[in-house]
Every structure is written in C-alpha cells, then in structure tokens.
C-alpha cells in the first residue's frame, strides 16, 4: 500500500493531469476536479480492490463518479494508476478520444458506470450495493457526490433505499465545496444541515473539516461500517484546490485554463 508521502506526490501529479487535460482541451471542469483529488486518490490507491490489469474482473470493488463532470480527476487517478496509457489524456474531449467530457464506461478501462446527468450516479451506486448483496458478494460500492447534486430530489431517493435495504457495502462520498455552476450553493439552494440529513435518512455519517487533508481522509475510510447502515462520508473541500487563482471561485467550474494560467498553475503545483 502506498505511503502518505508517496500519496501526496500522487495527489500533486493528479492535480498538475487535471490542469493539463483542460488547458490542452480548452474544455472542461477544473474546479470541482481539483477539490475531489485526497478523496478520490486516497480511495483509489488505498481502500478499492482494483487491479489495472484486470479491470473487469468480477470480483473488484465498484466506484461510480455520480459529479461525472469531474471526469478530469477520475481519469487522472486511473491514468496514473495504470488502466490505460497517460498519452490518451492529449485527446481528453476530442472526437473520438476515449476520454469524453464525463465518464463512458464502454470506452474506458476501470470505469464502472457512464454518468454525468446529476443524481443519477447514486442511483447507479445503490443497484450495484444492493446487487452484490442479493449474490452474496464482499464487493464494496463507492460513489462520490457534487454538494450541488445535492439538490436533485433522486438524490434522497436513493439514499431512502440504501438504508431500507441495509446497504452496508456501500458508501457514498460528499465532495462539499461550497460552489456550483451558478453561484454559491447558498445562493442557489441551500442545502442546510447536511450532516443531519443524511443521519435522518440512516447513514452513518463522518464529517471531515478539511477533505483535501490526506490524513483526515485515510482515517475516515479506515472506519468501517456500520452493520446494517451506508456510509456517508461528508467532507469539506475547496473548490479550485492547490491552485491559487482557482480556489474558491465559482467561476472556475467549467472554464479551462489559458496557456499563460496552465504555466502559473503549473508553476504553483511544483512549488
């Protein structure tokens, strides 16, 4: 298993991917990917069974990417890691390219689903617990959730059928950063008490002041949990993390960086 040293270096070239797969593309979503990185990287490299070069392999761990607009940050961990060649990420949202603008599970090894449609991720993650569980399976499910997909009423649907079936394989991961597409997500739809939320819809949940802290994030998925209850992992992020004209600016959701702020960015991350 790789060291929290080693992770941090993985994290800083996953965050430096993401950066030079949207500069390259002129296209896509850097803010929301960047502040997913400790959560995704750590859940990748330490907790999932998954193996690169098996990736279809019955027995491996499930992850849906239900925020499919960082997609970015989902194809840097699995380029890093091996599923395929880091040279495809030059063709990130070309025609043709296997690496489109939100996750297609037919086109890109170790994807498990093909998502991008808010809320529905969710729902995905939730068949696939509950599958494993009518097979008698060990398989664990993640998935990791927007705050501003929060707002999508399928959203609590399916948290509602993960306690009523006991979906204790499955843990669902809120990447809280504060920022949507329009605004703050206070000044579009509050979303409130987050954390009593999801323990009045039967989750066991663990609040993490600071997601992008590595070892906030391992200690939260080294819990295991509950018998009978999903997990829900809400951590506090920063939007546009690691980069500092990005962090915290709602306008960097879906706005690539220009060649002269790809350097910067870039120039930042290695510093």
């Known amino acids: 298993m790789m060291d929290i040293v080693e992770l941090k270096g993985k994290c800083k070239d996953i965050r430096k991917d993401i950066i030079n797969m949207t500069a390259d593309a002129a296209s896509g979503h850097p803010g929301g990917s960047l502040s997913a990185v400790e959560l995704m990287a750590a859940l990748f490299y330490t907790q999932m069974r998954v193996d690169p070069k098996d990736p279809d392999n019955e027995d491996r761990d499930r992850f849906v990417l239900s925020k499919g607009h960082a997609a ?102 809120i990447d809280n950063n504060g920022l949507q597409i329009d605004g703050s997500n206070d000044q579009v739809m509050s979303l409130g008490d987050l954390s009593s939320k999801f323990k009045a819809f039967g989750f066991n949940v663990l609040e993490l002041p600071d997601g992008n802290n590595l070892e906030e994030v391992l200690a939260a998925y080294s819990i295991s949990t509950m018998e009978g209850k999903p997990k829900c992992i809400l951590a506090h992020t920063v939007k546009g993390k690691g980069v500092s004209f990005m962090e915290n600016q709602v306008g960097w959701h879906g706005k690539a960086p220009s060649e002269a702020e790809r350097q910067q960015a870039l120039k930042e991350l290695e510093g």
């Open 72 to 173: 970015p940050c989902y194809y840097a961990v699995l380029g890093e890691m091996g599923f395929f060649d880091k040279a495809e990420f030059k063709n990130f949202r070309q025609l043709h390219s296997i690496l489109q603008g939100h996750p297609d599970a037919k086109k890109v090894p170790g994807i498990d689903a093909s998502t991008g449609s808010l809320g529905q991720g969710i729902s995905i993650a939730v068949g696939m617990a509950l599958g494993a569980k009518a097979q008698n399976k060990d398989t664990k499910v993640f998935t990791l959730l927007g705050d501003g997909e929060l707002q999508e009423g399928q959203v609590w649907e399916a948290c509602m059928a993960a306690a009523n079936y006991h979906l204790d394989n499955l843990t669902i991961i």
